[in-house]
């Protein structure tokens, strides 16, 4: 089994910056796909970054690309998420989650979620 814990948010106003941390416990050699989403209070969760552990690759949905980054410390089990010129449409609950990797990685099919992790962001 594999555990997730993220830690690292909080209030800011906007245009500021928060890193998010997420710690994988477990055996997580099949957890080469790495993600963060977000859900706002009645909205629908949805996908900020994923990171391939093995190669590096990445992806962001459009809302972000530019001012967040999604990084991965293999020895660490530990990804990181980067976030700059923060808005106030970011606030949310921010969740780690991995899979194992199919064709890539993709937005779907994740088994190992985190409790989240709240981002506050003030206009």
């Known amino acids: 089994q594999v555990q997730v814990a993220e830690s690292g948010g909080g209030s800011v106003q906007a245009g500021g910056s928060l890193r998010l941390s997420c710690v994988a416990s477990?055996?997580?050699?099949?957890?080469?796909?790495w993600a963060w989403f977000r859900q706002a209070p009645g909205k629908e969760r949805e996908g900020v970054a994923w990171?391939?552990?093995?190669?590096?690759?990445?992806a962001y949905f459009d809302s972000v690309k530019g001012r967040f980054t999604i990084s991965r410390d293999n020895a660490k089990n530990t990804t990181y998420l980067q976030m700059n010129d923060l808005k106030p449409e970011d606030t949310g609950m921010y969740f780690c989650?991995?899979?194992?990797?199919?064709?890539?990685?993709?937005?779907?099919?994740?088994?190992?979620w985190g409790q989240g992790t709240q981002v506050t962001v003030s206009s």
């Open positions: 990171i391939y552990s093995s190669d590096g690759s990445t």
């Open positions: 477990g055996d997580v050699t099949e957890r080469r796909c």
């Open positions: 989650a991995a899979r194992p990797p199919k064709i890539g990685c993709g937005w779907s099919l994740y088994r190992d």
